[in-house]
Protein backbone atom coordinates (compact mmCIF):
# COMPACT_ATOMS: atom_id res chain seq x y z
CA UNK A 1 0.00 0.00 0.00
CA UNK A 2 1.61 3.19 -0.69
CA UNK A 3 0.16 6.31 0.87
CA UNK A 4 0.23 10.13 0.12
CA UNK A 5 -1.10 13.11 2.27
CA UNK A 6 -1.40 16.16 1.21
CA UNK A 7 -3.83 19.81 1.65
CA UNK A 8 -1.19 21.45 4.27
CA UNK A 9 -0.15 24.38 4.59
CA UNK A 10 -0.44 27.59 6.26
CA UNK A 11 -3.51 28.99 8.67
CA UNK A 12 -4.89 31.56 11.28
CA UNK A 13 -5.87 30.14 14.51
CA UNK A 14 -9.78 29.14 14.17
CA UNK A 15 -9.43 28.41 10.68
CA UNK A 16 -10.16 25.36 8.87
CA UNK A 17 -8.18 22.53 6.56
CA UNK A 18 -8.92 19.77 4.87
CA UNK A 19 -6.37 17.05 4.22
CA UNK A 20 -6.00 14.45 1.60
CA UNK A 21 -4.87 10.99 1.90
CA UNK A 22 -4.75 8.90 -1.07
CA UNK A 23 -3.89 5.48 -1.48
CA UNK A 24 -2.72 2.96 -4.15
CA UNK A 25 -1.10 -0.80 -4.53
CA UNK A 26 -2.83 -3.66 -2.65
CA UNK A 27 -6.54 -3.46 -1.38
CA UNK A 28 -7.15 -1.71 1.52
CA UNK A 29 -10.58 -1.24 2.30
CA UNK A 30 -11.38 -3.21 5.00
CA UNK A 31 -8.05 -1.72 6.66
CA UNK A 32 -8.14 0.47 9.69
CA UNK A 33 -6.71 4.06 8.62
CA UNK A 34 -5.53 6.50 10.95
CA UNK A 35 -4.22 9.90 10.64
CA UNK A 36 -1.33 11.22 13.10
CA UNK A 37 0.93 13.89 13.86
CA UNK A 38 3.91 14.67 14.94
CA UNK A 39 4.89 18.84 16.33
CA UNK A 40 8.55 19.34 16.78
CA UNK A 41 10.20 17.58 19.72
CA UNK A 42 7.50 15.45 20.42
CA UNK A 43 6.16 11.83 19.34
CA UNK A 44 3.88 11.26 16.93
CA UNK A 45 0.35 10.88 18.11
CA UNK A 46 -2.86 9.37 17.27
CA UNK A 47 -5.33 12.13 15.43
CA UNK A 48 -8.60 10.26 14.28
CA UNK A 49 -9.02 7.05 12.34
CA UNK A 50 -12.04 4.74 11.03
CA UNK A 51 -11.69 1.61 9.01
CA UNK A 52 -10.83 2.78 5.34
CA UNK A 53 -14.12 1.75 3.74
CA UNK A 54 -16.26 4.23 6.28
CA UNK A 55 -17.75 3.39 9.70
CA UNK A 56 -17.31 4.73 13.32
CA UNK A 57 -14.88 7.40 13.88
CA UNK A 58 -12.40 7.53 16.47
CA UNK A 59 -10.68 10.67 17.83
CA UNK A 60 -8.18 11.95 20.10
CA UNK A 61 -10.00 14.02 23.08
CA UNK A 62 -7.68 17.01 21.54
CA UNK A 63 -9.55 16.80 18.70
CA UNK A 64 -12.59 15.73 18.78
CA UNK A 65 -15.64 18.39 17.73
CA UNK A 66 -13.22 19.74 15.41
CA UNK A 67 -11.74 17.21 13.38
CA UNK A 68 -13.86 15.01 11.55
CA UNK A 69 -13.25 12.42 8.40
CA UNK A 70 -15.99 12.92 5.88
CA UNK A 71 -17.91 10.38 4.07
CA UNK A 72 -16.60 10.76 0.34
CA UNK A 73 -17.32 8.70 -2.46
CA UNK A 74 -13.98 8.22 -3.97
CA UNK A 75 -12.70 4.78 -2.65
CA UNK A 76 -9.11 5.56 -2.83
CA UNK A 77 -9.12 8.34 -0.92
CA UNK A 78 -9.67 9.62 2.66
CA UNK A 79 -9.62 13.02 4.01
CA UNK A 80 -9.49 15.05 7.21
CA UNK A 81 -11.57 18.05 7.94
CA UNK A 82 -10.20 20.58 10.43
CA UNK A 83 -12.16 23.04 12.11
CA UNK A 84 -11.37 25.67 14.52
CA UNK A 85 -7.34 25.10 14.24
CA UNK A 86 -5.35 26.06 17.72
CA UNK A 87 -1.12 27.10 17.44
CA UNK A 88 -0.67 23.59 19.05
CA UNK A 89 -2.09 21.75 15.72
CA UNK A 90 1.06 22.73 14.07
CA UNK A 91 2.88 19.59 12.83
CA UNK A 92 3.16 17.57 9.93
CA UNK A 93 0.24 15.03 9.65
CA UNK A 94 0.50 11.51 8.30
CA UNK A 95 -2.14 9.03 6.89
CA UNK A 96 -1.14 5.57 7.61
CA UNK A 97 -2.96 1.94 7.37
CA UNK A 98 -2.87 -0.78 10.18
CA UNK A 99 -3.22 -4.54 8.76
CA UNK A 100 -6.04 -5.14 11.18
CA UNK A 101 -9.49 -5.31 11.61
CA UNK A 102 -9.98 -3.52 14.98
CA UNK A 103 -9.20 -0.36 16.13
CA UNK A 104 -5.80 0.75 16.18
CA UNK A 105 -4.38 4.10 17.54
CA UNK A 106 -0.98 3.71 18.56
CA UNK A 107 2.18 4.39 16.03
CA UNK A 108 3.85 0.75 16.14
CA UNK A 109 0.70 -0.97 15.00
CA UNK A 110 0.78 0.47 12.00
CA UNK A 111 2.32 -1.10 9.10
CA UNK A 112 2.02 1.65 6.03
CA UNK A 113 3.19 5.01 6.21
CA UNK A 114 2.88 8.11 3.76
CA UNK A 115 5.07 11.20 3.51
CA UNK A 116 3.58 14.10 5.91
CA UNK A 117 2.27 17.53 5.02
CA UNK A 118 2.83 20.22 7.14
CA UNK A 119 0.10 22.35 8.53
CA UNK A 120 1.53 25.42 10.21
CA UNK A 121 -1.46 27.16 12.35
CA UNK A 122 -0.50 30.67 13.28
CA UNK A 123 -1.59 32.72 16.70
Known amino acids: VQLQASGGGLVQAGGSLRLSCAAS????????MGWFRQAPGKEREFVAG????????YYADSVKGRFTIPRENAQNMVYLQMNSLKPEGTAVYYC?????????????????WGKGTLVTVSS
Open 96 to 112: AVARTLGVVTTVREYNY
Open 25 to 32: GRAYSGYF
Open 50 to 57: RRWSGGSI
